[in-house]
């Protein structure tokens, strides 16, 4: 049998208090105030999601920290005072904007990606107005435009005003993730035989999957908070959530707090909702690492 090492206490509480010194000698300044700006950011959001929650269920409140009693109808009046139609219309806006933009943001990312022409600085420019200026900007313009068409006030002109935003949007996502992939790679494809369309469709997806991913979260997270270019073009038919979420807190009659808290719980949970459908299928921390690349 093989002798054990005995060693003298005084060795063994060295070798054990050494592993707690490296872990103190990690922790920095920047750490300790990174984590407590994360803890206060945490705390307060928490608090916020809270408050909005409990008075969604209040009876009355009269300015304590607790409400007099708790109810559960001011959610039945939300969903039968028009949160059931606007949701209808939110995720149908948010899925044929975002089916709509990948078809044709996607192809142009690739193209702006591989292709070298006059003017690709500017066209690159020019894509990024309408998604870093404020979109009140342009909403009356285009609300404008699209009334004069006979669009307003449908659910095709939501669409369509979402769009202008979104598309942009999409293909500034898309180009860094086609950088990425060498050219060597389509080589290889055509040296193959793979036409344009399969090479698209079967090379190069599934190498963009991340890339695609990535941008279908961002456009429905745009489309979720898009407020005023939806404000100036829906109808009663087509308004979104978020703007019966504001034509309640703006009802001059005066909406109870409760009820105007009930439908902000169900515009949270609709947000919740889509965006684990989205982390369903990519990871971000794969997206970001795979555009590093």
């Known amino acids: 049998m093989a002798q054990q090492t005995l060693q003298p206490p005084a060795v063994t509480a060295v070798l ?4 707690r010194r490296q872990a103190l000698r990690k922790i920095t300044v ?3 105030i990174t984590w407590a700006a994360a ?13 909005v929650v409990i008075e969604s269920f209040a009876t009355q409140w009269r300015g304590g920290w607790w409400p007099g009693g708790f109810t559960g109808s001011w959610y ?18 948010a899925v ?10 996607v192809p142009a990312g690739y193209a702006l990606a591989r292709r070298s022409f006059p003017g690709k600085s500017a066209v690159m420019l020019f894509l990024l107005l309408p998604v870093m200026l404020p979109p009140l900007t342009y909403a009356v313009q285009l609300s404008a435009l699209i009334y004069r ?22 293909v500034l996502v898309t180009v860094p993730f086609v950088e990425r992939i060498a050219p060597e790679t389509e080589s290889a494809a055509r040296v193959f035989g793979a036409g344009t369309f399969r090479l698209f469709l079967h090379v190069l997806v599934p190498l963009l999957r991340p890339g695609i991913a990535a941008a279908a979260i961002l456009a ?14 829906s109808g009663p038919q087509s308004q979104t959530l978020v703007v019966a979420l504001y034509g309640a807190a703006s009802n001059p009659a005066g909406a109870a707090p409760p009820l105007i ?14 965006l684990l459908i989205g982390l369903r299928f990519v990871s971000p921390a794969d997206a970001v690492s795979t555009g590093r690349r």
Do not use: D, H, K
Request: hydrophobic share 65%; aromatic share 8%; with cysteine.
């Open 220 to 233: 429905m997270v745009r489309v979720l908070g898009a407020f005023e270019l939806t404000f100036f073009i």
């Open 76 to 93: 039945g009046q939300a969903w039968r005072g028009g949160v059931s139609q606007a949701l209808t219309a939110t995720f149908q806006v």
């Open 149 to 170: 068409i006979g669009l307003g006030g449908t659910l095709t002109g939501v669409i369509i005003a979402n769009l202008v935003p979104i598309v942009p949007l999409v």
């Open 16 to 19: 054990r208090a050494r592993p």
């Open 261 to 274: 808290a009930a439908m902000s719980v169900f515009y949270m949970a609709t947000a919740v909702v889509l």
């Open 39 to 51: 803890a206060c950011f945490a705390l307060v959001l928490v608090a916020l999601v809270t408050s």
């Open 96 to 105: 044929v904007v975002v089916l709509i933009a990948l078809v044709i943001g």
């Open 30 to 32: 920047t750490s300790v």
